[in-house]
């Protein structure tokens, strides 16, 4: 099994920054993709960022393109997702999730992530 724990939410202003780490336990000798996803109240969970095992490849939802930064550091078994000029609509819990790498399915399809953190809240105040 792999356990994931996310950290690093809170609250910020508008055009603050917040820098999101997602630790992986349990087996971690996998070579998972990492994806990042935010779910607003009354919303439905929507992808955010991914990254393959080596971190060459990066992928990002339009929306937060040039201001959110997905890496990882293997040696330390974490995934990092910094946040800069946050914005009101960037509010939501937001989750890390493992898959594995030769899954064919976009990596915006959540479905196909079968390990999830408990999430954390990230709040941008206007």
């Known amino acids: 099994q792999v356990q994931l724990v996310e950290s690093g939410g809170g609250l910020v202003q508008a055009g603050g920054s917040l820098r999101l780490s997602c630790v992986v336990s349990?087996?971690?000798?996998?070579?998972?993709?990492m994806g990042w996803f935010r779910q607003a109240p009354g919303l439905e969970r929507k992808f955010v960022a991914a990254?393959?095992?080596?971190?060459?490849?990066?992928y990002y939802e339009d929306s937060v393109k040039g201001r959110f930064t997905v890496s990882r550091d293997n040696a330390k078994n974490t995934v990092y997702l910094q946040m800069n000029s946050l914005k009101p609509e960037d509010t939501a819990v937001y989750y890390c999730?493992?898959?594995?790498?030769?899954?064919?399915?976009?990596?915006?399809?959540?479905?196909?992530?079968?390990?999830w953190g408990q999430g954390t809240q990230v709040t941008v105040s206007s």
């Open positions: 349990g087996r971690t000798s996998g070579t998972y993709t």
């Open positions: 990254i393959t095992w080596g971190g060459r490849n990066t």
């Open positions: 999730a493992a898959r594995n790498p030769t899954e064919n399915w976009p990596l915006s399809y959540s479905a196909r992530y079968p390990y």
